[in-house]
T-cell receptor, first 113, second 111 residues
Framework: EPEVTQTPSHQVTQMGQEVILRCVPI?????FYWYRQILGQKVEFLVS????????KSEIFDDQFSVERPDGSNFTLKIRSTKLEDSAMYFC???????????FGQGTRLTVV | TQLLEQSPQFLSIQEGENLTVYCNSS?????LQWYRQEPGEGPVLLVT?????EVKKLKRLTFQFGDARKDSSLHITAAQPGDTGLYLC???????????FGKGTSLLVTP
């Protein structure tokens, strides 16, 4: 069964460093998303991406964040200068169309020290 | 932001019991999805409901979308230990791109 894959599964980084989280969405999906979940809190929307541009972003997705689809398969989330409060599980998701089922990856646990 | 309130927050029951968890909002959603999440893993989609009043069944799980598309419920019949997990509801935002998640109901089914 097709699935969304994310790498790495765990990432530890020092405050102020840049990190890139990688995702391979399901191959025939056209809409891509990043969500995050701080420990013990709810899943929060960060950004959606369609047709090589951001279609929607939340207040969390400030100038420190960027997304890119560098090739036909990968979808990345970059955090330029990490802060302690960026520590969270980051989930990538994809869907065939807007308002249809979104399938989530297993997540990347980011720890900023 | 369209808020989704889930209740109860925690539920501990014995194997064989029935249970219902709720997802409520003051906002109308074009669709609502139910996910199950295990610790340290991503949400796994269970079902999507779209039409007001819609009922969907997935084995022992029954999902209902309210007539006004503001609320939903998940009913589990004869719960099993394998049903243990965090059940999340998520509604599509007005734009349709974002999913707004509830905080979830943490279910523990003991043998």
């Amino acid at each position: 069964e097709p699935e969304v894959t994310q790498t790495p599964s765990h990432q530890v980084t020092q405050m102020g460093q840049e990190v890139i989280l990688r995702c391979v969405p399901i191959s025939n999906h056209l809409y891509f998303y990043w969500y995050r979940q701080i420990l013990g809190q709810k899943v929060e929307f960060l950004v959606s991406f369609y047709n090589n541009e951001i279609s929607e972003k939340s207040e969390i997705f400030d100038d420190q964040f960027s997304v890119e689809r560098p090739d036909g398969s990968n979808f990345t989330l970059k955090i330029r200068s990490t802060k302690l409060e960026d520590s969270a599980m980051y989930f990538c998701a994809s869907s065939t169309d807007v308002n249809t089922e979104a399938f989530f990856g297993q997540g990347t646990r980011l720890t900023v020290v | 932001t369209q808020l989704l309130e889930q209740s109860p927050q925690f539920l501990s029951i014995q194997e064989g019991e029935n249970l219902t968890v709720y997802c409520n909002s003051s906002s109308v959603f074009s669709s609502l999805q139910w996910y199950r999440q295990e610790p340290g893993e991503g949400p796994v989609l269970l079902v999507t409901v779209v039409t007001g009043g819609e009922v969907k069944k997935l084995k022992r799980l029954t999902f209902q979308f309210g007539d006004a598309r503001k609320d939903s419920s998940l009913h589990i019949t004869a719960a099993q230990p394998g049903d243990t997990g965090l059940y999340l509801c998520a509604g599509a935002s007005n734009s349709g791109y974002a999913l707004n998640f509830g905080k979830g109901t943490s279910l523990l089914v003991t043998p």
